[in-house]
């Protein structure tokens, strides 16, 4: 494989923390020729290249995917205690409104990371939606 490619293949795994897994990819890819990059054809490269910036992106999307879901949880349980629009739709200003004043991050919902979600749906649940169940 030309320098080039090479240079690009390890800041890829290096950027992604796969450096460690380089020798197996690099065996896979060659159908156990060599674990060595440097040993690769070009076209095994390119190929090997594009599968790992492919599975980041894939990564990606699936832990945006995962964090809408919990964002839904939470406008979802803002719905069943009426929080909505005279259209129907969740009001959104008042679920962002909340999460400003009484969310840890004091950030609108959207800008709640995959890793906070989970602690800031416990908030509303404890202190807004289970008190505001009980009372019905």
Known sequence: MNTKLNRQLHAELNARGLMN???NMVLNI????TEHS???TDMEGA???AAIKEHART???????KANNMRRKLISMAHQL???LPNGKADMKRINKWCIHY????????????????????IFEQKV???AMNKI
């Open 129 to 131: 939606f289970k008190p």
């Open 30 to 33: 060659t159908k156990g020729r």
């Open 103 to 122: 969310g840890f991050g004091k950030k609108p919902l959207n800008l709640y990371t995959l890793k906070e979600l989970p602690k800031l749906i416990t």
């Open 38 to 40: 440097s040993q690769m």
């Open 82 to 84: 009426h929080w909505q």
């Open 47 to 49: 190929l090997l290249l």
């Open 21 to 23: 897994q380089k020798a």
């Open 59 to 65: 990564n990606a999307l699936q832990k945006n995917e």
